[in-house]
Nanobody, 116 residues
Framework: QVQLVESGGGLVQPGGSLRLSCLTS????????MGWARQAPGKQRESVAG???????NYSDSVKGRFTISRDNAKNTVYLQMNSLKPEDTALYYC??????????WGQGTQVTVSS
């Protein structure tokens, strides 16, 4: 089983930056891909970035050019660097792990609030 611990959320002004971290533990060899999703109040959860075990990366159009996903295999951690943040980026951000079995595991979420 894989466990996830997210950190790095907080309050930031528009135009600012934050870096989210997701530390994974457990059976890392069973991971097919990892990513970040977010859910704003009253809206559906949306995927914003993903990285496969082979290093293929994708972003949603809403964050492309502003967010960067990366991973440090030695630390079993995946990151989401968020730059040029906008008020509409305010949401609860979740780390997600896609296992080879097809199971998806979610973290507990970390709040990001963009406001002046």
């Amino acid at each position: 089983q894989v466990q996830l611990v997210e950190s790095g959320g907080g309050l930031v002004q528009p135009g600012g930056s934050l870096r989210l971290s997701c530390l994974t533990s457990g059976t890392i060899s069973s991971i097919r891909g990892m990513g970040w999703a977010r859910q704003a109040p009253g809206k559906q959860r949306e995927s914003v970035a993903g990285i496969t075990s082979g290093g293929i990366i994708n972003y949603s159009d809403s964050v492309k050019g502003r967010f960067t996903i990366s991973r440090d295999n030695a630390k079993n951690t995946v990151y989401l660097q968020m730059n040029s943040l906008k008020p509409e980026d305010t949401a609860l951000y979740y780390c997600d792990v896609h296992l080879i079995s097809g199971l998806v595991i979610w973290g507990q979420g970390t709040q990001v609030t963009v406001s002046s």
